[in-house]
């Protein structure tokens, strides 16, 4: 599958869920590596009118998540979240995130995927990395 088809599945995919709500949109893939930005307003802001440390999860979240299926390439397997680790190094009151992915080590059993954060100016807004447990696929025939 070419990258510019993979980002068009992926953002097929996220059509009404959490990730859409957000309006997380994937727009670049490579062999190791996937990226996505997010818009900050009032719907990701928490009371004070900042970035929710908690949408910078999910835009997180999604890309490593994402990023774990997209290199499985394996029908009978998935990657699921296992453990999320996030520091949130900048707030952000407008504008768009960007959210890039990187395999770090893809093992048999899990994978651990580095996300850098960053705003429009490239600085860093929060890092994460999460590890991806690799199971069987429950929908696999």
């Not at 068009?8 to 859409?20: D, Q, R, Y």
């Not at 990701?44 to 009118?49: I, K």
């Not at 999460?130 to 429950?138: D, L, Y």
Request: contains cysteine; aromatic residues 6%.
């Amino acid at each position: 599958m070419s990258f510019d088809k993979a980002v068009e599945n992926l953002n097929k995919m996220s059509e009404n869920t959490l990730v859409s709500h957000l309006n997380i949109k994937f727009y670049e893939a490579g062999e190791n590596y996937l990226k996505a930005s997010m818009p900050v307003n009032s719907q990701v802001h928490q009371p004070f009118g900042l970035l929710h440390g908690g949408a910078s999860v999910v835009l997180a979240e999604t890309l490593g998540s994402s990023l774990s299926n997209y290199i499985l390439n394996d029908p009978s397997a998935v990657a699921v979240g296992q453990q999320i680790d996030a520091n949130h190094l900048r707030s952000k009151r407008d504008g768009t995130v960007f959210g890039h992915a990187t395999v770090i080590k893809k093992g048999r059993t899990s994978h651990l995927i580095k996300i850098e954060i960053t705003d429009e100016e490239g600085k860093l807004i929060c890092y994460s990395h999460i590890t991806n447990a690799i199971i069987k696929n429950p929908n696999a025939k």
